[in-house]
T-cell receptor, first 114, second 112 residues
Framework: AQSVTQPDIHITVSEGASLELRCNYS??????LFWYVQSPGQGLQLLLK??????LVQGIKGFEAEFKRSQSSFNLRKPSVHWSDAAEYFC????????????FGKGTTLSVSS | NAGVTQTPKFQVLKTGQSMTLQCAQD?????MYWYRQDPGMGLRLIYY???????DKGEVPNGYNVSRLNKREFSLRLESAAPSQTSVYFC???????????FGEGSWLTVV
């Protein structure tokens, strides 16, 4: 079955500390992977995406993610968290096929402490 | 550059009422989608339309109907709203070539 697992429901990080959000996927086809961020009461914003090539991808707001095919993972990282990064983060997987939808994980809520 | 536009943004319904969520995209995309978002559940696919004239069920279609009116518009209808349909609804679209899915800003629906 196709699925995305985000093992951590809620993470608290001190401002200035590093961050890693985990994402594991199960997908039959070659996966295309995405990370989205959502602030309270807002829509979804695309942070970064992986289609092919370099397995370390850079995104907006200083985020990066690394695709590891052997571990079926696509973890999101940031070297130094800012208070404004507090939000909910969603990992998603899709395929290079017209019409196919994204499958989302259940999300990880990030809190930032001062 | 409107992108994906959803209306209404907020709506309160009484149990048993009907309503239609409208979605339109101006990017000439072939595929369109409706998701619902609930706390702790992420986004779940309700229905999708791979191209004009076709629609298919997603993970949670019960209680909903859709219409792909033309290439631009994809509406979601609740025929008899239930409190379990209280949720945030997102419409999205995707071009035939390219893998990025574009989302609307969401519609907050409360059924009382």
């Amino acid at each position: 079955a196709q699925s995305v697992t985000q093992p951590d429901i809620h993470i608290t990080v001190s401002e200035g500390a590093s961050l890693e959000l985990r994402c594991n996927y199960s997908y039959g086809a070659t996966p295309y992977l995405f990370w989205y961020v959502q602030s309270p009461g807002q829509g979804l914003q695309l942070l970064l995406k992986y289609f092919s090539g370099d397995t370390l991808v850079q995104g907006i707001k200083g985020f990066e993610a690394e695709f590891k095919r052997s571990q079926s993972s696509f973890n999101l990282r940031k070297p130094s968290v800012h208070w404004s990064d507090a939000a909910e983060y969603f990992c998603a997987v899709g395929a290079d096929q017209a019409g196919t939808a994204l499958i989302f994980g259940k999300g990880t809520t990030l809190s930032v402490s001062s | 550059n409107a992108g994906v536009t959803q209306t209404p943004k907020f709506q309160v319904l009484k149990t048993g009422q009907s309503m239609t969520l409208q979605c339109a995209q101006d990017m000439n995309h072939n595929s369109m989608y409706w998701y619902r978002q609930d706390p702790g559940m992420g986004l779940r696919l309700i229905y999708y339309s791979a191209s004009e004239g076709t629609t298919d069920k997603g993970e949670v279609p019960n209680g909903y109907n859709v219409s792909r009116l033309n290439k631009r518009e994809f509406s979601l209808r609740l025929e008899s709203a239930a409190p379990s349909q209280t949720s945030v609804y997102f419409c999205a679209s995707r071009p035939n070539s390219g893998n990025t899915i574009y989302f609307g800003e969401g519609s907050w629906l409360t059924v009382v």
